[in-house]
């Protein structure tokens, strides 16, 4: 008889992922003694491949197709005086020696030009896509990755700041600012003011885009139409939790946006997300 084996232990579990817990601040700037947990998506590892290729994805389905005209510079009178002229093949005007309608003479057809049927969007999976998400979400928790793009973090800030539901009401800029001011993030939009210019003559000015303004503080509602205070404030994004996108969190593909959440998006986000309330 073969003598029986002991049974294989079982590997260790691993232990469950921790759920970041946050102070919730009031409209005052001073932290409320409760506390709350966010979902576990903040607590994942930061993925910098997925977050640039999502935004990317996301860039490339906005862009427009667009082509030449089907007849852009073949619209001359052409002929071809023959060989043993010594002169080249190239079709040439009426009754003229000048070159035209050939890609290598001035005003010809272009050789390769760009046609609308080109296929510009670029696809992603819907994993990926979600990882992204949940990183760019992560991101948010690193001071260093928001100093990196550039913002003005205060001092000792634990982020991403969560406020209460009370900052969806505020309606007018005055209070919006008052408010930064007393969250020391007054300094960051004051960035994104310093640093907006104006666009010289060229093709985005004359397509509208005369300003390019930096992105500054992001902040996220409970639902669309909720502190319109601060929409009009430079480089200040207010989007709502149902619409937010990887874009948001990393303008450019770049992660670690200064974010503001709202206690009232927490749950939102966290039903998003498909997590259950610890």
């Given at each position: 008889m073969t003598p029986e084996r002991a049974p294989a232990e079982a590997p260790p579990a691993e232990p469950p992922t921790p759920h970041h817990r946050t102070h919730v601040l009031g409209l005052d700037g001073k932290a409320r003694p409760t506390t709350v947990a966010l979902p576990l998506a903040f607590s994942l590892p930061?993925?910098?491949?997925?977050?640039?290729?999502?935004?990317?994805?996301?860039?490339?389905?906005?862009?427009?197709?667009?082509?030449t005209s089907p007849t852009a510079g073949v619209r001359h009178s052409v002929e071809w005086s023959g060989k043993g002229r010594g002169v080249s093949r190239t079709p040439r005007l009426m009754g003229s020696m000048r070159g035209a309608q050939a890609p290598n003479t001035v005003g010809g057809r272009p050789a390769h030009p760009p046609t609308t049927e080109t296929v510009w969007g670029k696809k992603i999976n819907r994993t990926e896509r979600r990882l992204a998400f949940a990183s760019a979400l992560a991101a948010t928790r690193q001071?260093?990755?928001?100093?990196?793009?550039?913002?003005?973090?205060?001092?000792?800030?634990?982020?991403?700041?969560?406020?209460?539901e009370t900052v969806e009401e505020v309606?007018?800029?005055?209070?919006?600012?008052?408010?930064?001011?007393?969250?020391?993030?007054?300094?960051?939009?004051?960035?994104?003011?310093?640093?907006?210019?104006?666009?010289?003559?060229?093709?985005?000015?004359?397509?509208?885009?005369?300003?390019?303004?930096?992105?500054?503080?992001?902040?996220?509602?409970?639902?669309?139409?909720?502190?319109?205070?601060?929409?009009?404030?430079?480089?200040?994004?207010?989007?709502?939790?149902?619409?937010?996108?990887?874009?948001?969190?990393a303008p450019g593909g770049v992660a670690g946006r200064l974010t503001i959440f709202s206690r009232a998006a927490v749950e939102p986000l966290r039903a998003r997300l498909g997590e259950a309330a610890p």
């Open positions: 930061v993925r910098p491949d997925l977050i640039r290729r999502a935004v990317v994805a996301a860039q490339s389905h906005r862009r427009q197709p667009h082509g001071p260093k990755l928001a100093e990196a793009r550039g913002h003005e973090v205060p001092h000792g800030a634990s982020l991403p700041i969560v406020l209460e309606k007018t800029a005055r209070a919006a600012r008052a408010l930064l001011e007393l969250l020391k993030l007054w300094a960051d939009v004051r960035r994104a003011q310093d640093k907006t210019h104006l666009h010289g003559s060229g093709r985005a000015r004359r397509r509208g885009r005369v300003r390019r303004t930096p992105r500054s503080v992001l902040l996220v509602t409970s639902s669309a139409g909720r502190a319109l205070g601060f929409r009009n404030l430079p480089g200040v994004d207010v989007v709502p939790v149902g619409r937010l996108g990887t874009e948001d969190l």
